[in-house]
């Protein structure tokens, strides 16, 4: 019995970005290593290209039209509406080929919640099929309860310019309106029908979420009531199953920069694999961490400030800065950074997997949201487990030598190193044997077992 259930395969499809594929590939390594097959469906647009880690799995990758520059063109809301679109027949065809294919029983397709096409194709062949939410409990909750706070023209005043959008929504706190993750790159109405997609469970049999229970409790009590499936937290993964994932070449020399800075010095800058900046708000940063007298480490990622394909229109006096107390690099190996001791703080956009790789390193952040969830984790670092300083409005110099010694310099900042360490230790103590993730994890296995 055991040796059939070892070569049962599972079917992976990750969202096309960095933020996605990074928590898909870590559980597609923790699976395998509980004894399943992988075979991990790819679009055409943005693939991911494994490594030396992946070699055991089966990579397969479906046709899509749209060009390299869809995402830029459409915005991610739009993007990923299309996509859904575009993919829907050649999933199929493909799940069709892998039935015909494979020696060995397929137990389920395991789907990215943004990728939500997967289920028709999963029904259609009476598979069952298993929701991934990359993202927080919190900010699927958001995305839940998002239609009806449009309907109820409670989100409208996040349109006009003096709205609602400082007050606390009942029954969310600390979440204002302003924190629901509404898209800067498209239309209400096109957000709510992402996020009904993404929320509607369909046939699904069960959600397991990159999250844990020390951190998210109440949201992921929400679900489990809302959803009446079994929700399974299962994070962070990247404690759960390490895996080289980097879309983009990490320049590692910055680890032998950081090995000449002394203890808690360092600020780290990352501000993700999307994010877009203007050439004014790069300066105002440049200018602020320059006055707070902190050395910096500083991603700024190629075609991320906008009219310059990497730094070269920026003016000298960026360059003087960066030459007299910082480093900069195209892209770093984000986790490693983050445990170096010379590190002392975070500067980011709150993505989930740059949240939950702080936190797991016990470093606290500056939070400096652009769009959708990043707003969700933003607030939640700042208010609930009161680790993160909120830089709000426009970004100018003084608003980041603010934020920057605060975090750094002040006794504020060491109080929020204390409490980012005691996350940390249960962060660790959830993902080992006995601890919330780890038990979460056996009892999907189990489940998994069972389909």
């Known amino acids: 019995m055991e040796e059939k259930t070892a070569r049962r395969r599972v079917v992976l499809v990750p969202t096309p970005a960095q933020g996605h594929i990074t928590p898909m590939m870590q559980l597609a390594k923790t699976l395998h290593l509980k004894g399943f097959s992988i075979t991990v469906v790819q679009t055409k647009f943005n693939h991911f290209i494994p490594s030396d880690d992946f070699t055991d799995f089966q990579f397969v990758t479906i046709p899509e039209s749209l060009p390299k520059s869809a995402l830029k063109d459409l915005g991610p809301i739009q993007f990923l509406l299309k996509l859904n ?41 009476k598979l069952p099929n298993v929701i991934l939410s990359t993202t927080s409990a919190t900010a699927f909750v958001c995305r839940s309860v998002f239609d009806k706070l449009y309907a109820n023209n409670v989100m409208a005043p996040l349109e ?55 951190l998210e409790s109440s949201s992921l009590s929400f679900l489990q009531q809302q959803l009446k499936i079994p929700v399974y937290p299962i994070g962070p993964l990247h404690m759960v199953a390490s895996a080289s994932t980097s ?64 730094i070269e229109y920026l003016p000298k006096e960026f360059i003087n800065i960066i030459t007299g107390r910082g480093y900069i690099v195209k892209w770093a190996p984000q986790k490693e950074v983050l445990s170096h001791p010379a590190v002392g703080g975070f500067w980011s956009h709150c993505g989930w ?16 949201p652009f769009s959708t969830d990043q707003k969700v984790n933003a607030r939640y670092l700042e208010c609930v487990w009161k680790i993160g300083i909120q830089v709000e ?39 080992k044997s006995g601890g919330s993730s780890h038990n979460s994890l056996e009892e999907f296995v189990n489940f998994m077992r069972t389909l």
């Open 247 to 310: 879309l983009l070449e990490e320049n590692k020399t910055c680890i032998e920069w950081l090995n000449k800075q002394k203890k808690n010095s360092v600020i780290f800058v990352s501000m993700g694999s999307v994010a877009l900046m203007q050439i004014k708000e790069v300066m105002e940063t440049a200018l602020g961490l320059d006055s707070s007298n902190q050395q910096f480490l500083w991603v700024i990622r190629p075609g991320s400030v906008r009219g310059s394909e990497w």
């Open 353 to 368: 997997n740059s949240t939950l790789e702080s936190i797991g390193e016990g470093v606290p952040m500056i939070c400096k």
């Open 85 to 125: 679109k575009e993919c829907q027949v050649s999933f199929k065809e493909c799940l069709s080929q892998l039935l015909l294919q494979q020696s060995n029983e397929i137990s389920c397709v395991i789907y990215d919640e943004f990728m939500y096409f997967a289920e028709a194709a999963a029904k259609e062949f």
């Open 160 to 214: 006009e310019p003096k709205g609602k959008e400082n007050e606390l929504v009942p029954e969310f706190h600390p979440l204002r309106y302003k924190d629901f993750p509404v898209s800067r790159w498209a239309s209400t109405e096109s957000t709510m029908e992402l996020y009904r997609n993404t929320v509607d469970k369909r046939t699904a049999s069960s959600v397991i979420i990159n999250t844990a229970s020390c």
């Open 393 to 431: 409005g426009e970004l100018d110099r003084r608003a980041v030598e603010r934020a920057v010694t605060r975090l750094m310099v002040d006794e504020e900042g060491e109080e929020m190193r204390k409490r980012a360490v005691s996350l940390k230790e249960q962060l660790r103590a959830s993902v």
